[in-house]
């Protein structure tokens, strides 16, 4: 500790890029972990919407509601009104909103918005409910995301595949950057490890200090850069609404569990730079 605050501006720049190179690999990670779970939440799950020809009374909603509690693994979540609608989509547009003040009427359609569990129902039920509640004279149509829920979850694959290649590259990038970041501190005193050699210090010695400032330097740099990245999670999740089809994303941030094996995993990666690093100059 004596050292790191006498070679603080040294120890502040390698835990400045640190940061960076840890903040590239942890946003990855980040990315990753959203993509995983958006698979699994939306390949549990399917969302069905029913839109009625007119505004449907509470006696033909309960109705609806008697046939599809017929099928397995059906939830409904809500209904919602034209006027629900509109004033949903007039969030929306936002500042745009505008542009519906010159409508006679309302086109939107009443719905009725429920969730089919894939575990219980398995894929053909999505199929035979659309084609029951079609049938309605009070129903419209019936959309469902079955289709799409199979393309995304494809992509997703394949992505989840890049990511790992990808990500074993960052790593890499990151444990090189590191390395090459604590090579130029033990350079900075050099005049410092000669001199100790020349007093009959052991190579032990000399590189054990080194290798706990590294593992410092490791620690605190992942630690600035999960909170950085935090306070951009904190801001993307005000900001941004992630809608693709008929799906909603919602962003999670990094689990307890992956914090911390990411900050030992950063001590680790600050120990070998400082082994590597060390073995170079020795």
Known sequence: MGNIRENRLVHLIGIGTMSIAFLIFYAFILVFVNIN??????????????????????????????????????????????????????????????????????????????????????????????????????????????????????IMEVIKIVGVIFGGLLFLAALFIITNTIKLTIYSRKEEIEILKLVGATNCFVKIPFMIEGSIQGLLGGAVALFALFLAYIIAITRIDISIGFASFNIVFLSPYIILFLLLMSVIIGFIGSTISLGRFF
């Not at 542009?99 to 039920?125: F, V």
């Open 37 to 154: 779970y958006w698979t699994e939440k939306q390949g549990k799950t399917l969302s069905m919407s029913i839109y009625f020809k007119e505004e449907p009374d509470s006696a033909v909603i309960e109705n609806i509601k008697k046939e599809l509690f017929v099928f397995p693994g059906v939830t409904v979540k809500q209904f919602v009104s034209k006027d629900d609608a509109m004033k949903s989509l007039r969030r929306k547009l936002g500042e745009k909103a505008g542009l519906l003040d010159g409508l006679k009427q309302n086109p939107l359609p009443a719905s009725l918005e429920i969730t089919l569990s894939r575990d219980k129902g398995g894929d053909n039920l999505p199929y035979q409910l659309k084609k029951r509640l079609e049938k309605s004279s009070v129903v419209d149509e019936v959309h469902y995301t079955q289709e799409w829920i199979k393309k995304f979850q494809a």
